[in-house]
T-cell receptor
Framework: GENVEQHPSTLSVQEGDSAVIKCTYSDSASNYFPWYKQELGKGPQLIID?????GEKKDQRIAVTLNKTAKHFSLHITETQPEDSAVYFCAAVGVDSSYKLIFGSGTRLLVRP | GAVVSQHPSWVICKSGTSVKIECRSL??????MFWYRQFPKQSLMLMATSNEGSKATYEQGVEKDKFLINHASLTLSTLTVTSAHPEDSSFYICSARPSHGPTEAFFGQGTRLTVV
């Protein structure tokens, strides 16, 4: 089955700097890659996603890139703000009918004021 | 955006009792809902896939008789933790995928279960 690895596990940046989180997946048939932000005590919130027919997608300060050949995708946050501090999870969805999300291990992002 | 409501947000129960958690899609129909379990500082682990009108599909290692899932309508799935023990204490999260549309899944706010 699908396996998703995520790095780094923790990331500390200065406010205004950029943050990059990377994930790799194992199943070349996976075709949908969402990113979630989870704040303490809350459920994950979808922040951006990308499909396998697209190489890059941007939404204001957030962007995601996908390299299908290498089977990895990355989240880029520019001009970080303290409110960006949270745990970020990448995920992959396979092509079978279950649409199960397989999550990475998470990255704890701390943006220092 | 699509809203998934999970209730209760937290619950404390005694060992040996059962607890029911509800997951509702408020503004869309969801043929498929998913139940996850999350331990502190860990990722979400898929427990089961809930399909409306049929039996849930459990992941390997998840006891179906302990974690009863019912998906009786297109907007409601329930997870019942039976004969709860302290080791069942965890953060339980549901997600719902719209019946019609792309692949996005929307998450509830989670339920903190503490078994004493």
């Amino acid at each position: 089955g699908e396996n998703v690895e995520q790095h780094p596990s923790t990331l500390s940046v200065q406010e205004g700097d950029s943050a990059v989180i990377k994930c790799t997946y194992s199943d070349s048939a996976s075709n949908y890659f969402p990113w979630y932000k989870q704040e303490l005590g809350k459920g994950p919130q979808l922040i951006i996603d990308i499909r396998s027919n697209v190489g890059e997608k941007k939404d204001q300060r957030i962007a995601v890139t996908l390299n299908k050949t290498a089977k990895h995708f990355s989240l880029h946050i520019t001009e970080t703000q303290p409110e960006d501090s949270a745990v970020y999870f990448c995920a992959a969805v396979g092509v079978d009918s279950s649409y199960k999300l397989i999550f990475g291990s998470g990255t704890r992002l701390l943006v220092r004021p | 955006g699509a809203v998934v409501s999970q209730h209760p947000s937290w619950v404390i129960c005694k060992s040996g009792t059962s607890v029911k958690i509800e997951c509702r899609s408020l503004d869309f129909q969801a043929t498929t809902m998913f139940w996850y379990r999350q331990f502190p500082k860990q990722s979400l682990m898929l427990m089961a896939t809930s399909n409306e009108g049929s039996k849930a599909t459990y992941e390997q290692g998840v006891e179906k008789d302990k974690f009863l899932i019912n998906h009786a309508s297109l907007t409601l799935s329930t997870l019942t933790v039976t004969s709860a023990h302290p080791e069942d204490s965890s953060f339980y999260i549901c997600s719902a995928r719209p019946s019609h549309g792309p692949t996005e899944a929307f998450f509830g706010q989670g339920t903190r279960l503490t078994v004493v």
